[in-house]
């Protein structure tokens, strides 16, 4: 397949040491594929299930004790442990190679090693970045070939080249107790034993288009981010391109997927996906930031993905889709989840694998239980998903889950403004999360647990950006979720919030005026379309309201956080707090 001395030699070095009894290397093609699924079914690795309503589809289910990322589990491997930062878990490379190489060492024994050749972003492209992922588990090949840029063309591009990602997986015993993440950042090099789950294991989503990725934006200019990218497009045929964090919780998905209310629909609005989580950004030779989705799938989680809530990411879900951890609907051999519909199935098997009665009090699906589904499959999906050179982006929108807080939208004064709102996103944890309901949680660019490096760097490399960016797209902040006295949400979410995106883009337009307040420019209620909502004007305003003592409250959950990023958060944003603090006088 290649006569890459580095890549070859160094699979060898992995195989000396996890000993597998076979090595495949995978060509992307439907043949091996096929191949590949017959033999996990063999061995109940994946179910097949009802081919005529969801073909080529397949369930899959996880240990129990393997169901979500652990973050505390996750390290990043630096050789100096300040250019990890207070925020991520460190440990010395030499340390890690030698704890985690015994885990390894035979791991794969009686186990075939697959080689995964994929790109990032498309082959060829100027975004694209290649890795090699070594794993024994045929779930994740298949859901890499779902999530990534699969096939030979990977090893063509990569050619005698050394810059490649080097991701090693084994199972191993899928021993909690022992199981890591790491991440070498100077190594280019990923290390994951001891567990099953997607975010854990499929190597090439937070692992390397996040973590990894941004240690080598901020190392070569350019950006990784945790971050959707929409396009608008109005009844003229022009579209203009948002990229937008929120932490999990926040509707972020939905906001990817958004349906146009039926008052725009029929104005011929429309709306385009073209990535539902990570976005790499470069500066164009226009002066513009343009941006990629480098992923080819979706890995959505599964409960309260229904018809109302994201139809789309449902649509998404209906054809060569790996289900995990979900309920097996033995009636029709189909799947079901809470938040499906309000028809659990009478026959039917939970996450576990064991016979479940809709009845019994314990939920069917795992709450974490996820969908890896084509991209492609998204009615949708943007015609410039593949494209090499990504998208112009017009407006960065960041956004938190804040009661009282924060406005429904507000616009930052410049880049370095817009960096510091950034760098304050919060969110208020809700009744679903365990413990306190209410509490803050500070997630910057909602890059909290995916920064490969130190927090404080990581905004200096958005200060640093801003200064090479000739033609800097505004940056703003939302917030679907104020609430009345009764914790009522007051705005309608969904796709009302396009009303919110347009004023957004007319913002970038110059065709309509805003009103500063002390944390920045917030809309003229008369400049965000309510017609057909059960919202009046006044009611506009106290969303819009900017709260000063609510604000001055925020200043030391902010003067915290910065302390617990540490001495490397740059002067800038300290000036911006300055100036913050003294606006709220």
Not at 219 to 226: D, N, P, S, V
Not at 486 to 511: Q, S, T
Request: proline share 5%; aromatic share 10%; hydrophobic share 40%.
């Amino acid at each position: 397949m290649t006569q890459n001395k580095h890549l070859l030699g160094w699979i060898n070095e992995m195989a000396e040491m996890t000993q597998p009894d076979n090595i495949v290397w995978i060509d992307g093609s439907e043949a091996q594929l096929d191949a590949l699924r017959a033999e996990a079914m063999s061995t109940g690795e994946i179910i097949k299930l009802n081919q005529e309503l969801l073909p080529n589809c397949y369930l899959h289910r996880t240990a129990v004790n393997d169901v979500a990322r652990v973050e505390g589990r996750t390290f990043i491997c630096t050789s100096k442990k300040e250019d990890a930062g207070n925020i991520n878990n460190w440990m010395a490379p030499a340390e890690c190679y030698e704890k985690l190489g015994k885990l390894f060492r035979g791991s794969m024994k009686g186990r075939t090693m697959y080689v995964i050749p994929y790109s990032m972003s498309v082959v060829g492209s100027p975004f694209a970045k290649y890795g090699i992922e070594l794993t024994d588990s045929i779930y994740v090949v298949l859901n890499m070939c779902i999530m990534t840029r699969v096939g030979t063309n990977v090893l063509e591009a990569l050619g005698d080249s050394a810059d490649f990602i080097k991701g090693l997986h084994a199972k191993a015993d899928i021993d909690e107790e022992n199981r890591y993440i790491c991440h070498f950042p100077e190594d280019n090099t990923i290390w994951s034993v001891n567990s099953g789950y997607g975010g854990n294991v499929l190597l090439g989503k937070k692992c390397f288009a996040l973590r990894i990725a941004s240690y080598l934006g901020r190392k070569e200019g350019w950006m990784a981010e945790h971050m959707l990218i929409l396009g608008i497009e109005t009844p003229d045929g022009d579209i203009k391109y948002i990229t937008a964090a929120f932490p999990s919780a926040c509707g972020k998905t939905n906001l990817a997927m958004l349906i146009p209310p039926e008052f725009y629909a029929k104005q011929g609005y429309k709306v385009w996906c073209v990535g539902d989580d990570i976005a790499w950004i470069r500066i164009g030779e226009d002066g513009r930031l343009w941006a990629v989705n480098p992923e080819n799938g979706f890995f959505g989680v599964a409960p309260g993905t229904n018809v109302k809530s994201n139809p789309n990411a449902l649509a998404s879900t209906k054809e060569g889709t790996i289900f995990t951890n979900v309920v097996h609907n033995l009636e029709n051999n189909t799947v079901w989840w809470e938040g499906l519909d309000k028809n659990p199935p009478k026959n039917a098997l939970d996450w576990t694998g064991k016979v479940w009665d809709p009845d019994c009090g314990v939920k069917g699906a795992h709450p974490n239980s996820r969908f890896t589904a084509p991209a492609t499959n998204c009615p949708c999906i943007s015609s410039e998903f593949n494209s090499v050179n990504g998208v112009p982006v017009t407006a960065i929108v960041f956004g938190g889950r804040r009661a009282k807080t924060a406005p429904l939208v507000y616009e930052s004064r410049n880049w370095q403004h817009g960096v510091f709102v950034g760098s304050i996103m919060a969110s208020e944890t809700t009744a679903a999360a365990t413990g306190a309901v209410g509490v803050v949680r500070r997630d910057p660019m909602a890059m909290l647990p995916f920064a490969g490096y130190d927090m404080g760097d990581y905004f200096g490399h958005w200060i640093a950006m801003g200064k090479k960016i000739a033609k800097a797209p505004k940056i703003f902040n939302v917030n679907w979720f104020r609430t009345d006295d009764e914790g009522h949400f007051i705005w309608p979410g969904f796709g009302d919030n396009m009303r919110v995106l347009l004023w957004i883009i007319a913002r970038c337009e110059g065709k309509v005026d805003a009103v500063e307040t002390p944390i920045g420019y917030v809309p003229r209620p008369e400049d965000i379309n309510i017609e057909g909502l059960d919202i009046d004007e006044d009611t506009l305003k106290g969303l819009l309201n900017v709260d000063k003592d609510l604000w001055r409250e925020e200043l030391a959950g902010i003067k915290e956080f910065y302390a617990k990023v540490g001495d490397r958060v740059p002067k800038e944003l300290y000036t911006e707090l300055a100036t913050l603090e003294e606006n709220l006088k």
